[in-house]
């Protein structure tokens, strides 16, 4: 009897060695009885969309888009959800009907996330530290919970002050780190990529209260410094960004399969193998 052929997906980075997403996606097909295959693609820097091409004509069916290639993949789509043009990125790619289509996935992995933490978000007060390609994407889907308020801040202010006006929603502000050390929140979540290289966003330890939920982007084996400081600081619970990245797999694979996975067990797996390392 001849094997079913297995669709094929992968992702598309620079650097790509790190990605957990074959991991994720396989996890994914396993549990939901899938057959797919997913790889992860070296691409060079000036050959994204020959990449793209190339992978088509060997029959992918969608693929995922990692740093730095995002803003390509949003100028390669032939159509794009209104989350992934307002995010003016994007990180999920379906190749069907001889079209491309884009999609951003990773403010819906950071709500489900959210969601799945019991973090209420309905008429909440946000912080969102950072205003680069992460916060734009998030701020979307974090809207759409309806909270009552998005305060952006960010080192360079003119930046965050630019994503207000291009969401131009009254809910949202823009401010510098040292004017919201007065202010209070539900949730602050660190969108910079401060955590990366071991540095704390510069804001006041007087917004964390002991109700106060911190969220970082950015994951790690131990704490991250951010959420770290949370804790010193009495926050009443600190989350970091590994739920995000398995979420925003989860509804890349649901777009692609039609079922939506468990994301809970695949975190699991994934913290147990980090503790491995
Ligand atoms: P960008 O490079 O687009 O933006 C970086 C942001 O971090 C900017 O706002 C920058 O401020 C700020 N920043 C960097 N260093 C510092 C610092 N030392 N202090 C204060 N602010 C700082 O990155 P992205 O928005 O694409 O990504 C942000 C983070 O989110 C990354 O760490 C990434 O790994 C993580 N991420 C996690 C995902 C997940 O699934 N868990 C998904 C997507 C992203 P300024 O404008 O002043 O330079």
């Not at 994204?48 to 100028?75: D, H, M, Y």
């Not at 205003?131 to 952006?152: C, E, M, R, T």
């Not at 939920?213 to 009443?236: E, I, Q, R, S």
Request: hydrophobic share 40%; net charge negative.
């Amino acid at each position: 009897m001849t094997q079913p052929s297995l669709d094929q997906y992968c992702v598309f980075g620079n650097p790509i060695a790190h990605s957990r997403s074959p991991f994720i996606h396989h996890a994914f097909a396993e549990q939901t009885s899938q057959n797919i295959d997913y790889q992860k693609r070296f691409v060079a820097l000036d050959n994204f969309s020959k990449a793209v091409t190339e992978f088509i004509n060997q029959e992918g069916k969608g693929a995922n888009i990692t740093v730095p290639f995002k803003e390509e993949a949003l100028v390669l789509a032939d159509e794009l959800s209104e989350r992934a043009a307002l995010a003016g990125a994007v990180n999920t790619l379906t190749f069907k009907n001889g079209k491309i289509y884009g999609d951003n996935t990773d403010g819906e992995g950071l709500v489900q996330d959210l969601i799945r933490n019991k973090v209420t978000l309905a008429k909440s007060r946000i912080l969102l530290l950072g205003a680069g390609g992460a916060a734009k994407g998030v701020l979307l889907p974090l809207l759409s919970q309806a909270p009552q308020s998005i305060a952006i801040a960010n080192r360079t202010v003119s930046k965050a002050e630019g994503l207000c006006q291009h969401f131009n929603d009254e809910r949202i502000y823009a401010c510098s780190f040292k004017e919201v050390a007065d202010k209070e929140f539900d949730l602050i979540i660190n969108a910079t990529s401060a955590s990366l290289a071991g540095d704390l966003p510069a804001i006041s330890h007087t917004v964390i209260n002991n109700d106060v939920t911190c969220y970082d982007m950015v994951y790690a084996k131990d704490k991250t410094p951010f959420l770290k400081w949370a804790k010193k600081h009495g926050a009443a619970s600190t989350i970091d960004g590994l739920g995000m990245l398995v979420g925003q797999a989860a509804v890349s694979f649901s777009i692609w399969r039609g079922v939506s996975p468990e994301t809970l067990p695949v975190i699991d797996e994934l913290r147990a193998s980090f503790e491995k390392e």
